[in-house]
């Protein structure tokens, strides 16, 4: 405050306090601000002398520098202050000058007297863990990490690796076992007293395979397009490699990279070794769009699902080499971007996306049927008319509408009876239902 600016305060400090007094009008603001900021994590440090023991709760708070004594209340105090839950926190950190840990005992024996009736003890549970007990959760979850990889041939081989990680449930259970893995190290790795635990050989070989499959996990999550949510940990991993194993170039995971986005897919691919980990991550990201896109033309999409599927079989029983096996998967890479699909439309929808839809749809449920044939023309025809009946009664929030999803159904089947009088076109109302759900579920996502 102002009165603890004396005339052996730097002038620098004094101009600092000057601007920020004509800014917030008063110290009281000033310190309000402060933690406010630092709260929703905005600034990273608060150095403080005798101030924020009480009354002020901040969960952001990971770790606190203490070089003062304190005793008792005032100890037990401190040490809560970093053991508030919040998201992406997994612990606080105590740093301590003053050896006052060693005094927590005596403290907490104090706890039942005089002057701390209203301290909540449940702030302490499990706050205060000895570093050197956590040594033996390293060693158990680098175990179960190693063990995971135990039907690897060649442990050494990324490649190996990532086709044994191809399963979904596999990893997944990789992903969870690195983070719990990445969680112990870092917390032995803030104390100094793990250099006194385990010799410089061990640490070295903690830290090598958490460098190793920390970049297996960022390929998989390529090769595969994963979109497993670690994020709450996403933080804590990436400061493991930058800050204590000094890991350059290993980027952190973003979401997947959306495969019409032709620059930015390309730079990902380049980041994976082998022709093969390239083809996967093109397959598995394509089959991820036509997934997402499937319902806003079946037929459409479906085709590209038959020539992947072909691809991976023609590979997989070795007809064709991992090189022709990328470059088909490019292929149709290039044909899914230019929306060049190997169905073929009659010539009065060529231009007509919308009917082009519906059209996939009523030739798949009419090919079911054995006792009718149908002309491409005459289905192309059907299509356009239910192009017009979506088109007039789709408006703005149609889609949660019943009213008007019972006028399109209701329009539909009038169609069809009028074409079962004028045409004789007779479908059963099986067919005809069966229909108009599939028609409804592209209107959906096409209008």
Excluded at 121 to 136: E, H, K, N, P, T
Excluded at 194 to 205: G, N
Excluded at 240 to 260: E, F, M, W, Y
Excluded at 273 to 297: C, F, H, P, V
Aim: glycine share 4%; net charge negative; proline share 2%.
């Amino acid at each position: 405050s102002v009165d603890d600016i004396d005339e052996g305060t730097d002038d620098k400090v004094i101009a600092y306090w000057a601007r920020m007094m004509k800014q917030y009008g008063s110290a009281d603001a000033y310190e309000e601000a402060i933690k406010n900021r630092f709260c929703d994590g905005e600034i990273d440090i608060i150095i403080v002398c005798s101030k924020l023991l009480t009354g002020f709760d901040a969960p952001i708070c990971q770790v606190m520098y203490i070089d003062k004594e304190l005793k008792e209340h005032g100890l037990l105090q401190a040490i809560a202050r970093t053991n508030r839950l919040h998201e992406g926190k997994d612990y606080g950190l105590i740093v301590d000058y003053r050896s006052l840990i060693e005094k927590l005992d005596s403290a907490m024996d104090m706890y039942s007297g005089a002057g701390l009736e209203n301290f909540d003890g449940g702030d302490l549970r499990g706050v205060v863990v000895d570093v050197i007990s956590a040594v033996g959760s390293l060693r158990n979850s680098y175990s179960s990490l190693s063990e995971l990889f135990f039907p690897v041939e060649n442990k050494h081989d990324t490649e190996e690796i990532e086709v044994f990680l191809s399963d979904d449930k596999r990893r997944e259970l990789f992903y969870n076992l690195l983070c719990s893995f990445g969680k112990t190290l870092s917390l032995t790795l803030n104390s100094e007293k793990v250099y006194a635990a385990i010799s410089k050989d061990e640490l070295i070989k903690y830290q090598d395979m958490f460098i190793f499959c920390s970049k297996i996990r960022r390929s998989v999550k390529i090769r595969y397009c994963d979109s497993i949510d670690n994020s709450e940990y996403e933080p804590l991993m990436q400061n493991l490699l930058d800050t204590h194993l000094s890991v350059a170039g290993l980027k952190q995971i973003s979401n997947p990279i959306d495969i019409l986005n032709k620059d930015e897919f390309e730079k990902e691919l380049e980041e994976l070794g082998s022709l093969r980990a390239k083809a996967d991550a093109i397959t598995s990201q394509m089959t991820k769009s036509i997934s997402e896109k499937y319902d806003e033309n079946p037929a459409f999409y479906a085709s590209f699902s038959k020539r992947i599927k072909d691809a991976l079989e023609q590979y997989k029983e070795k007809v064709i080499t991992e090189a022709e096996y990328l470059s088909k998967i490019r292929t149709i890479m290039e044909d899914y971007r230019a929306g060049k699909s190997t169905v073929t439309y009659p010539e009065s929808i060529r231009n007509n996306v919308h009917a082009q839809a519906f059209y996939g749809v009523l030739s798949a449920i009419f090919d079911e049927l054995s006792d009718v044939e149908f002309s491409p023309n005459f289905v192309a025809e059907i299509s356009q008319e239910i192009t017009k009946i979506v088109t007039k009664h789709s408006q703005v929030d149609w889609t949660n509408n019943k009213t008007i999803h019972d006028r399109i159904s209701q329009s539909i089947d009038d169609l069809f009876f009028e074409y079962e009088k004028t045409r004789g076109l007779k479908l059963s109302f099986d067919v005809i239902d069966k229909i108009i759900e599939n028609i409804k579920t592209v209107s959906l996502r096409r209008f």
